[in-house]
């Protein structure tokens, strides 16, 4: 099997910690690897916002995750424009391919000092749940995985690595 999977710096593995802007030294989408021995690639890219094109899925991919949108929040789009963006990112993709992913909700923190930007982080997720009904994809929610977020309130932490990558492999695995 192989698994794509297409993010921010959430995917990439960004250490908000790290002075030098590294990732972890273990990411999910490794843990994800090793605890289900697929071929998982990752396709994060620190600041990514949910592109204006179509997805280009490589014909090879058996699956093709996505999560973002929390980086265009984080710029003060709204969750309808980000949902809207999504929807044209992933109309035209085979929906038997796809798994979306709704990160999980902002919390207060260095980053996150706004009530209304937590909750359109919450909004993100119900705005997707219909995106994925509409197209026919599968949907899957993050937020109720109780990812533990770093100190900005919106990367994971070390530890949020493993929780994400269990979840996620019982998820995929069903």
């Known amino acids: 099997m192989k698994l794509i999977c297409f993010g921010d710096s959430n995917t990439w593995g960004y250490d908000p910690a790290d002075k030098f802007g590294q990732a972890y ?3 999910w989408t490794d843990i994800l690897a090793e605890k289900t021995s697929w071929q998982v690639i990752n396709e994060g890219v620190n600041g ?6 179509s997805a280009d899925i490589p014909t090879d991919a058996d699956l093709f ?6 980086n265009d929040l ?3 789009d709204t969750p309808e424009a980000a949902a809207e963006r999504m929807e044209g990112f992933l109309s035209s993709a085979n929906p038997r391919k796809v798994v979306l992913v709704a990160p999980p909700a902002m ?23 219909a995106l994925s009904i509409r ?4 949907f899957l929610n993050a ?12 990367h994971f932490t070390q530890a949020a690595q493993e929780v994400f ?8 695995m069903r």
């Open 48 to 53: 990514r916002e949910v592109p204006d094109e």
């Open 135 to 138: 197209l026919g994809i599968r």
């Open 107 to 129: 919390v207060w923190g260095e980053w996150v000092q706004d009530e209304e930007l937590i909750a359109d982080s919450r909004r993100l997720a119900q705005l997707y749940e």
């Open 143 to 154: 937020d109720a995985w109780n990812i533990p977020l770093a100190f900005d309130g919106v």
């Open 25 to 27: 030294s273990r990411r």
């Open 65 to 70: 995750l996505v999560m973002l949108g929390t």
């Open 74 to 76: 984080l710029q003060l």
């Open 165 to 172: 990558a269990d979840a996620l492999a019982k998820e995929l």
